[in-house]
């Protein structure tokens, strides 16, 4: 919803400093500019965990390959913080 409403804002509304840092690591970004990231590229990047093909000429990822990715991320999330805690 806030990317509706404001595409442009930064993506630490909705998202933790580790969740954006795994994103970064996970997907790699097809823009290459390198330029301020906003809470749009990071959605489609987490559509991209969940399946979303990002194709010139597909329609908006939709609530279930959001949620795919998002189940997605959040596994990994958990592996990286048990880690952390084992090994670091």
Do not use: Y
């Given at each position: 919803m806030i990317n509706r409403a404001a595409p442009s804002a930064s993506p630490r509304l909705a998202l933790t400093d580790d969740e954006i840092v795994l994103i970064d690591h996970l997907v790699a970004s097809r823009k290459k500019v390198p330029r301020l990231r906003t809470i749009s590229d990071y959605l489609y990047e987490i559509a991209r965990l969940g399946g979303y093909l990002a194709r010139a000429n597909d329609p908006s990822p939709g609530n279930i390959v959001i949620w795919r990715g998002w189940t997605?991320?959040?596994?990994?999330?958990?592996?990286?913080?048990a880690i952390r805690k084992t090994c670091g």
């Open positions: 997605r991320l959040m596994d990994i999330k958990i592996g990286a913080n």
